[in-house]
């Protein structure tokens, strides 16, 4: 590590622990949400501290960081429960390079500002996993689209204003394939069906939202007709790394916790962390931590080097799949360190026991990963993915 990417650590770190941390009860008896003035004086701190909108050009007034210290703020991100950390906001990496001038302006400079928040729309009913399977389409009405269709786990929905919505094209030369475009939410058509109720308890829900009929102009078009599904790779990409440090600092955290615990917890007259079989799971526990960290920065530093993409696409995947699963065999061991308390909510371990379950489902599924990496290890050997 450099000094500055000790300095950026240490800035996050920092603002995890003072301003974050402390919230997190009260969150998590008020439904994931605090104050207002709270959640503001987040926002604004991030955004002063640099942290907001890190993974943008600083020329677009982001924070232009590496992709090596992105990695480092997420991971202390990764170490506060509720999604207190999400004011650290990180948009779409992938647009300034693929939208329009008008675009640029109109959304992506304002987000990275922190005035305007999207939401993706691309999960389905019928297609989770298979991206493919949307039936969600957009179709050319002389100089504007009409997008047809039902979202599903539109996460934060309702806290953002604008929404990446993928569809298919229907008619016309380019039928069937994939596209991405601008709505807003405030465009006729666009509907919030429900909210449903889910496992963590974050402010940020998921939501199942109506698109009928809604007619943008063609200017929302996102590159052109076909592209979209490479802009939702390359979201993936992003998102599958940053999950993986997420895990990191997770675990981080839990290691942390339950050890200070088992140091001071005495039942038949000594410290529980003498009995072998509480040491055992959090020696097992670091250890795990150690390697998926040590994955985790590697890849980011490989991301840094430019390695090529398919690689890089399947060693995504292997840190989302290994960091995600460590986190939660970490996070059950810790419930298990602190007895009943671990299974109360006030206590980290029962939360983060909750909230790392997602992390092997969303942005693609374990199974998902390792079809990725089996299928990138027949093509490309393991000296290259393991090398
Ligand atoms: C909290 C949350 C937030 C989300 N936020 C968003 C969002 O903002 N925007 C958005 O568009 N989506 C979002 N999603 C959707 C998420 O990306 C999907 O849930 C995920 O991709 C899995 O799809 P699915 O739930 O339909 O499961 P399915 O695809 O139906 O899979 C069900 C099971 O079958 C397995 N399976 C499927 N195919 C295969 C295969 N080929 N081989 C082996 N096993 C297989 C899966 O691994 C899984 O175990 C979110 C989901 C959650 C839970």
């Not at 371990?349 to 374990?366: L, N, P």
Request: aromatic share 8%; with cysteine; charged share 25%.
């Amino acid at each position: 590590m450099s000094d500055a990417d000790r300095e950026i650590q240490e800035r996050a770190r920092r603002f995890v622990d003072d301003e974050l941390i402390p919230h997190e009860v009260e969150a998590e008896m008020q439904g994931g949400r605090l104050p207002d003035d709270v959640r503001e004086k987040h926002h604004r701190m991030a955004i002063d501290l640099g942290l907001w909108a890190m993974n943008m050009p600083k020329e677009l007034g982001g924070g232009g960081l590496s992709m090596f210290q992105q990695v480092l703020v997420s991971e202390q991100i990764g170490r506060v429960t509720n999604a207190l950390g999400w004011c650290v906001h990180t948009p779409a990496a992938w647009a300034p390079a693929v939208v329009s001038a008008e675009q640029l302006e109109r959304w992506i400079v304002p987000t990275i500002r922190g005035d305007r928040h999207e939401c993706y729309a691309i999960t389905e009913e019928g297609a989770g996993s298979d991206v493919d399977a949307i039936e969600a389409t957009a179709r050319r009405d002389g100089d504007v689209y009409v997008l047809n269709g039902t979202k599903m786990h539109v996460t934060s929905f309702s806290s953002a204003d604008y929404v990446f919505f993928q569809a298919k094209i229907d008619g016309g030369p380019n039928a069937g394939s994939h596209a991405m475009f601008f709505v807003d939410e405030d465009t006729p058509g666009v509907r919030l069906v429900r909210e449903p109720a889910y496992t963590h308890t974050f402010a940020d829900t998921h939501a199942v939202v109506a698109f009928d009929d809604v007619r943008v102009p063609m200017t929302n078009l996102i590159g052109e007709e076909g592209d979209g599904l490479g802009f939702t790779y390359e979201w993936f990409r992003y998102e599958r790394l940053m999950i993986a440090a997420r895990c990191c600092g997770a675990a981080e955290r839990l290691v942390d916790e339950a050890t200070a615990f088992a140091k001071e917890r005495v039942q038949f007259g000594s410290p529980i962390i003498e009995n072998q079989a509480i040491a055992h799971m959090l020696a097992d526990s670091v250890t795990e931590l150690w390697a998926a960290r040590l994955m985790t920065y590697e890849l980011a530093k490989n991301v840094d080097r430019g390695v090529d993409l398919k690689v890089q696409h399947a060693q995504c995947s292997m840190v989302k799949l290994y960091a995600s699963e460590m986190a939660g065999r970490v996070a059950d061991r810790a419930v298990q360190i602190f007895g009943g308390r671990g299974y109360m909510r006030e206590n980290v371990a029962e939360r983060f026991w909750r909230e790392v379950r997602v992390d092997r489902i969303w942005e693609g599924t374990s199974e998902i990963q390792r079809n990725i990496v089996a299928d990138q290890l027949a093509k490309r050997g393991v000296r290259t993915l393991a090398g």
